[in-house]
């Protein structure tokens, strides 16, 4: 084939007639900012803001028409709860799986200290300019590794696609969830590599053995002050 044709593994892909399951990442709405001082709760998993609370019936709105089997969510409040506005356009209730929750950082810090306060001034800068520059958790201290968080999200998807061959499935997660998840599809080394807007709507499609993205950032349905990062 001319190196100019269709790639021949891309149209295997589409074209074989094995169960297809079409996957749709959903990126929460926007999140309170941390409180300081506030409890390690409070840091990890805060809700959504008004704004967040729109963002997600908007979202919900645009995939209202379009057939859903399943809708999972993080354990995580602001990804619960756009997770429960989408799975309601359908008449369903999402399911919590834990492992769908975002990157720890800091998680095996020494103590409850957040991480700026146990490492000084000048160690998180350099940890955050090492981040900015290589894009990689293994920047920060103290955070679960890299390959860890990874693995976690590629088999907590692979026991989505294990309970679910075929038809469509909606999974309310997080930003550095869908980097890792499509950054394994396309073998990008990196672990954040782009930013996807708050509900943002991220497009795979499954085969066995298989998976290709057909879109990432979509946001036409975020207008004016809805479109946040």
């Known amino acids: 084939m001319s190196s100019h044709g269709p790639d021949p593994i891309r149209v295997a892909v589409?074209?074989?007639?094995?169960?297809?399951?079409?996957?749709?990442?959903?990126?929460?709405?926007q999140q309170t900012p941390p409180v300081p001082g506030g409890t390690v709760r409070e840091q990890r998993d805060p809700p959504l803001t008004e704004l967040g609370?729109?963002?997600?019936?908007?979202?919900?709105?645009?995939?209202?028409?379009e057939p859903v089997d399943a809708?999972?969510?993080?354990?995580?409040?602001?990804?619960?709860?756009?997770?429960i506005a989408i799975a309601g356009r359908h008449g369903l209730e999402p399911t919590v799986l834990e492992d769908l929750r975002e990157i720890e950082l800091g998680r095996d810090r020494p103590s409850d200290t957040p991480l700026p306060e146990l490492l000084g001034e000048a160690a998180w800068t350099d940890a955050?300019?090492?981040?900015?520059?290589?894009?990689?958790?293994?920047?920060?201290?103290f955070c679960e590794p890299s390959a860890d968080f990874r693995g976690r999200i590629v088999?907590?998807?692979?026991s989505i696609r294990a309970?679910?061959?075929?038809?469509?499935v909606v999974v309310a997660c997080h930003a550095g969830?869908?980097?890792?998840?499509?950054?394994?599809?396309?073998?990008i080394d990196a672990d954040f590599w782009f930013m996807p807007a708050h509900c943002s709507v991220q497009r795979l499609r499954a085969?066995?053995?298989?998976?290709?993205?057909?879109?990432?950032?979509?946001?036409a349905h975020l207008t004016g002050e809805l479109q946040t990062y």
């Open 207 to 219: 085969r066995p053995g298989r998976m290709v993205v057909q879109s990432t950032n979509e946001t």
């Open 14 to 29: 589409h074209l074989d007639d094995s169960p297809t399951l079409d996957l749709v990442l959903v990126r929460h709405g």
């Open 53 to 65: 609370l729109r963002q997600k019936e908007a979202v919900a709105g645009v995939l209202a028409p």
């Open 163 to 168: 309970a679910h061959p075929a038809g469509r």
């Open 155 to 158: 088999n907590a998807i692979d």
């Open 177 to 187: 969830v869908i980097n890792a998840l499509v950054a394994a599809e396309l073998g």
């Open 128 to 141: 955050k300019a090492a981040f900015q520059a290589g894009r990689r958790w293994d920047d920060f201290p």
């Open 71 to 83: 809708v999972y969510c993080s354990n995580l409040q602001r990804a619960h709860q756009t997770g």
